[in-house]
T-cell receptor, first 115, second 114 residues
Framework: DSGVTQTPKHLITATGQRVTLRCSPRSGDLSVYWYQQSLDQGLQFLIQYYNGEERAKGNILERFSAQQFPDLHSELNLSSLELGDSALYFC??????????????FGAGSRLTVL | GEDVEQSLFLSVREGDSSVINCTYTDSSSTYLYWYKQEPGAGLQLLTYIFSNMDMKQDQRLTVLLNKKDKHLSLRIADTQTGDSAIYFCAESTMFSGGYNKLIFGAGTRLAVHP
């Protein structure tokens, strides 16, 4: 157990629907990251939050949105789902290190299947 | 721009050494990382190296960094079947304000056979 909890583990839904993926970071970590892993695109950075504020944005579609709440858990909302959104969605968290290294701790992922 | 490239597949015999290579484009990368992903699991940090270092060794793992060529490698000595996994190289790039993000390569699938 990495300490990063993601729910649900598996999700099957239909095109056009909306889903919410949830992430609880490791205790004490203020930063949360979302990544999408698909077979043809590899691991794509979506978005990063730090202590409730958006810090960096990657290849996140406009149909997707995320937020980090005061208790530091984060949600990734995916709407108007398309077949191509089927992927593993990973959440990761991190805490600043004295060395400056940005070490991410990953959750086990949420596997989304869009039919 | 930011881009990290890796070969997609490597097959080695059990007991041999494995060398997984990675190239990156951001010359301002401060740290470079190797993560391991086992089937059905999330990514797990293996090791990382600061950009002013050439080499880092940690038990069976040796990381070599050629900053001039922007080339990173991970050597696994005495490779075991339990090392079969996908290995991701990642670079850490800085935003203003001191925040950074990790850019990952596509991953190298290591298959270890008897």
């Amino acid at each position: 157990d990495s300490g990063v909890t993601q729910t649900p583990k598996h999700l099957i839904t239909a095109t056009g629907q909306r889903v919410t993926l949830r992430c609880s970071p490791r205790s004490g970590d203020l930063s949360v990251y979302w990544y999408q892993q698909s077979l043809d695109q590899g691991l794509q950075f979506l978005i990063q939050y730090y202590n409730g504020e958006e810090r960096a944005k990657g290849n996140i579609l406009e149909r997707f949105s995320a937020q980090q709440f005061p208790d530091l858990h984060s949600e990734l909302n995916l709407s108007s789902l398309e077949l191509g959104d089927s992927a593993l969605y990973f959440c990761a968290s991190s805490a600043p290190r004295v060395s400056g290294a940005n070490v991410l701790t990953f959750g086990a992922g949420s596997r989304l299947t869009v039919l | 721009g930011e881009d990290v490239e890796q070969s997609l597949f490597l097959s080695v015999r059990e007991g041999d050494s494995s060398v997984i290579n990675c190239t990156y484009t951001d010359s301002s990368s401060t740290y470079l990382y190797w993560y391991k992903q086992e089937p059905g699991a999330g990514l797990q940090l293996l090791t990382y190296i600061f950009s002013n270092m050439d080499m880092k060794q940690d038990q069976r793992l040796t990381v070599l960094l050629n900053k001039k060529d922007k080339h990173l490698s991970l050597r696994i000595a005495d490779t075991q079947t339990g090392d079969s996994a996908i290995y991701f190289c990642a670079e850490s790039t800085m935003f203003s304000g001191g925040y950074n993000k990790l850019i990952f390569g596509a991953g190298t699938r290591l298959a270890v056979h008897p």
